[in-house]
């Protein structure tokens, strides 16, 4: 790694003494971090919290400790997205989420279009599969080359009739980044509603939910954020709250939830869009990630990962593979994306067999994700292992 130093990548004495809080490292080259981060050593201790609060204060507990706690996790990932406190709340799936999203908005027969691309989550494309089905909602797919998303050609595609747009700030297939803010900016001209998905983009990148400017920002923890399974996120743009009430709420999004009122009143800001009980287990284990990626910083790691990310593409490359992920720097996320042809996938389970951890995608490639705590000698290892 080059020197570090505020901003700058990691030094390699720094990446061996973060190496020591994942126990994974020590058995195994994971580098599929983008697909499910490696869990920081400090996740069982919390979930011990969780366990000796319940086996100790019973019921009391929600009040003293775990409903609390929820808040202050939900501002703790929204400051490593630039969100102001109070206004994300967490969940337990962004699919869940995203219904809740949809749920909100009016359909009526002014504005019948959804818009997205054939990168998109597949997730999202099933919901809104649905709604077209039963609402009859107009769902508009932009093409793509496969790799990455055009945003003036999604953008061209937003008019007035558009009631939605999902878009991913990072393709979940090769890694590419999404010009989300243009996308943005072209749907509140016409008064349509953004929803940003950075499910691949937060935990190792800069991300400034109000430069986007989206009405919504969704993500989870099972990736970057080495958080696990069980918790995701929703950021509503502060001052467009109100615009948004979801059909799809749950008691904990209540204004007075142990009232037990039989009247629907929603509470202040993204409290609102809480649902019902939240995972507490899953918030416990969820905090030890949020909380190194915050003491890293989301500028050192994508400084980190640029270094990572480069000599994945260039060694592939020197090597005859192929490389579906940007070759631009800038237009790249930190997950690569390696073709080796039809002997793709038996190349995927040969590494998986070596201790080399990846995963394969069909029509895409083996995806390798190195996060902050991998090394260049990793990367040179899978690299020199591609090929029988």
């Known amino acids: 790694m080059s020197p570090g130093g505020e901003g700058g990548a990691l030094t390699a004495d720094e990446v061996e003494r973060w190496r020591e809080r994942f126990p994974i490292l020590a058995r195994c080259t994971y580098l599929i971090n983008n697909s499910l981060g490696a869990m920081p050593d400090t996740v069982p201790a919390s979930l011990r919290q969780f366990t000796d609060a319940w086996a100790t204060e019973g019921v009391e507990a929600w009040a003293a400790r775990w409903l609390p706690e929820v808040r202050r996790i ?227 790691i994508r400084a980190t990962s640029l270094a990572l990310t480069a000599r994945l593409v260039e060694g592939a490359l020197e090597r005859g593979a192929s490389v579906r992920t940007p070759l631009d720097p800038g237009r790249r996320a930190g997950a690569v994306t390696i073709d080796l042809g039809p002997e793709t996938e038996a190349a995927s389970r040969r590494l998986i067999d070596a201790g080399i951890i990846v995963d394969y995608r069909a029509g895409a490639g083996i995806r390798v994700g190195a996060h902050f705590f991998n090394t260049l000698q990793e990367c040179d290892a899978l690299l020199d292992a591609l090929r029988a």
């Open 74 to 300: 939900a501002d703790l990932v929204g400051s490593l997205i630039g969100a102001p406190p109070g206004t994300t709340v967490v969940h337990q799936n962004v699919a869940t989420l995203a219904s809740m999203v949809l749920s909100s908005l009016p359909l009526d027969a002014g504005r019948d279009r959804v818009v997205v691309t054939d990168l998109e989550w597949p997730g999202h494309r099933y919901l809104l599969s649905g709604y077209q089905r039963r609402h009859g909602l107009h769902v508009e797919v932009v093409p793509t080359d496969g790799v990455e998303v055009d945003a003036a050609r999604l953008a061209a595609a937003i008019d007035e009739r558009t009631l939605f747009v999902p878009i991913s700030q990072v393709v979940y297939r090769s890694g590419a980044i999404t010009d989300v803010a243009t996308v943005c900016a072209r749907a509140r001209e016409v008064g349509a509603v953004t929803m940003v998905d950075g499910y691949h983009a937060a935990g190792h990148m800069l991300v400034d939910v109000g430069a986007i400017g989206c009405d919504f920002y969704v993500g989870g923890s099972v990736k970057w954020l080495c958080g696990g399974p069980g918790v995701s996120y929703l950021h509503v743009r502060p001052g467009t709250a109100h615009r948004f009430v979801p059909v799809e709420v749950g008691w904990l999004g209540h204004e007075r939830p142990f009232a037990f009122s039989d009247a629907w009143e929603t509470a202040d800001g993204a409290m609102g869009w809480l649902g019902g009980t939240p995972s507490i287990p899953s918030v416990y284990a969820a905090r030890e990630g949020y909380r190194i990626v915050a003491e890293v910083g989301p500028d050192r």
